[in-house]
């Protein structure tokens, strides 16, 4: 039975953990083996992230849109 691309990353061998790691080398050097996944890593990766803090993003005190009491 052929294994999926999946299949293939998660039982390859775990990359060192080190200070300079490069994960978007490391996908830009998979693209070949990982083509589907190295397409989603390189679109999930490139999401900005915010520097808004989550509290600060989600907090409604102080910050009303309109006038309407919320029911």
Known sequence: ?????LDRYLEDDVEDDHAEFD????????ASKYYIL???ARD??????????FESAFSRGGRILDSFPSS
């Open 23 to 30: 994960i978007l080398n490391w996908w830009k050097l998979k």
């Open 44 to 53: 999930i990766l490139a999401i900005l992230v915010s520097i808004v803090s």
């Open 38 to 40: 190295s397409c989603m």
């Open 1 to 5: 039975m052929q294994k999926n691309e």
